[in-house]
């Protein structure tokens, strides 16, 4: 049995716990971790004993070649391919992906069925199996990890004052492209100045001058799975406020990573970097969760934010990235991409997190 094949027998030995009789899976993401396929339209139907996977015509040939379980290729929509099937197995409970399925086809398919027929709406299932990766998994995180700080290095080695935010982010996504990656993982995030105080900030036709905070956030996604790092660079002598602010950060962020460790809550975790910026007086500046996971998306479970309940288990990766943003000056943020072990963590990232300065 494959890996893959694997993955879809765990998730059919759990339909019991949910008393249903199959489970239709409509994410792209956990289409992907049950089948191998990257195609744009697809659904997987898995029942107690087997597995069914739907798609149209352009993607026919690539699903024969790819998935291992039966393929149906539809010549129209593809919900009423899958309730033909559930109704000729007579699955009368079907489970459906709360988060995922579209109320259009909900609908569709609860006019398909008859009476007797019933749609059960499911949690993250999926999700929960996925936040444990498996060796290969985390072999194409590592991957991914370096060509992403191999990217940023390139990158960093041609900054000049003067260069627009949005070039330097379409530079940061080429010499991640030249390096194997097939998308960047996220919207390339380039802050220069005041904006680096926007922690999702979009990239402009700003341009980066001398004697300002410049912050970067970028992620590769390589062979489907996803990085992500944050650092943060002054251009000339930073002062007295920027350099505290950043040691602050990085002394919240080093902290956070040796908090983490197979056991620990993840909500923890966060309260150990907040503990940090609160000693600083930066606690309020800091405005998000300190990491999330990452996968085959940018943003899975666990979050490591506020009373997050969740354990950490060995397998896990996450991302701890605190930050702290003050309006009219800038921002800091340092993240890096971390294994979680059992006595411990691995961080995966290779780029230094000394202060730079341009």
């Known amino acids: ?3 893959i094949e694997q993955r879809r027998h765990a998730v059919a030995t759990r339909l019991g716990e949910y008393k249903i009789d199959a489970l239709l899976v409509s ?19 898995i029942t107690a004993k087997e597995s069914h996977f739907f798609t149209d015509p352009r993607y026919g040939l690539e699903a024969s070649q790819k998935v291992t379980c039966k393929v149906h290729v539809a010549k129209g929509p593809l919900i009423p391919a899958a309730a033909k099937l559930i109704k000729q197995k007579k699955l009368k409970k079907i489970g459906l992906e709360s988060s995922w399925i579209r109320l259009m086809d909900y609908n569709k398919l609860k006019e398909e069925l008859p009476l007797g027929y019933s749609l059960h709406a499911i949690g993250p299932l999926i999700e929960e199996q996925r936040m444990i990766k498996s060796l290969a998994e985390i072999d194409r995180i590592r991957k991914s990890v370096q060509a992403n700080s191999e990217a940023y290095a390139r990158t960093m080695r041609r900054v000049k004052i003067g260069v627009r935010e949005q070039d330097l982010a379409a530079e940061l996504e080429f010499q991640m492209r030249m390096l194997g990656a097939e998308k960047p993982s996220f919207d390339t995030i380039v802050a220069a100045g005041e904006r680096s105080a926007l922690p999702h900030a979009h990239p402009t036709a700003r341009r980066f001058q001398e004697n300002e905070l410049l912050l970067i956030d970028m992620g590769a996604t390589l062979d489907g799975y996803s990085s992500d790092m944050t650092r943060v660079a002054y251009a000339g002598v930073p002062p007295k406020q920027v350099r505290d602010m950043y040691r602050a950060v990085l002394e919240a962020q080093l902290t956070a990573v040796n908090a983490v460790r197979a056991g620990i809550p993840a909500g923890k975790v966060d309260a150990t970097a907040r503990g940090v910026l609160k000693k600083h007086n930066l606690e309020r500046e800091f405005i998000h969760s300190t990491g999330h996971g990452l996968g085959l998306e940018i943003h899975e479970p666990p ?10 288990k060995a397998g896990m990766v996450i991302t701890i990235e605190p930050g702290a943003y003050i309006d009219g000056f800038g921002g800091i943020r340092i993240e890096d991409t971390v294994l979680v072990t059992e006595n411990g963590c691995e961080v995966l990232t290779p780029t230094p997190k000394e202060f730079v300065s341009i």
């Open 1 to 3: 049995m494959t890996e």
């Open 27 to 45: 994410s792209s993401a956990n289409i992907r971790y049950l089948s191998d396929y990257t195609g744009s339209n697809g659904l997987i139907l």
């Open 303 to 312: 979050r490591i934010g506020k009373k997050e309940k969740t354990q950490l």
